[in-house]
């Protein structure tokens, strides 16, 4: 079974950054699309930020400007750099892999910003 993983979650304080990163093996070809989703106690997943294999990048309206999506190009590996967290950021992130004949999720990893 393809396992996508990330890592870099945790605790912060408001105001602070984490970096997530997601890997996925090399097994997986014909990459499209990486993002990144969350999803917050209570609330639907939803669109955290993406990037194309072109570089092409859009973000959710309320971390523009803080979060910033980048990939490594020869290897199948996406980050997430976040910073000035907010409470409101608190969820799980899910990283995901799109190819032409599929998805790949990774099983999440918790990120709470609390004082």
């Known amino acids: 079974q393809v396992q996508v993983m990330e890592s870099g979650g945790g605790l912060v304080q408001p105001g602070g950054s984490l970096r997530l990163s997601c890997s996925g093996p090399?097994?997986?070809?014909?990459?499209?699309?990486m993002a990144w989703y969350r999803q917050a106690p209570g609330k639907e997943r939803e669109l955290a930020a993406r990037?194309?294999?072109?570089?092409?990048?859009d973000y959710l309206d309320s971390v523009r400007g803080r979060f910033s999506i980048s990939r490594d190009k020869t290897r199948n590996l996406v980050h997430l750099q976040m910073n000035n967290l907010k409470f409101e950021d608190t969820a799980v992130y899910y990283c995901?892999?799109?190819?032409?004949?599929?998805?790949?999720w990774g099983q999440g990893t918790q990120v709470t910003v609390s004082s």
């Open positions: 990037i194309t294999m072109g570089g092409s990048t």
């Open positions: 995901l892999m799109r190819t032409s004949w599929g998805d790949y």
């Open positions: 090399g097994s997986i070809s014909g990459i499209t699309v």
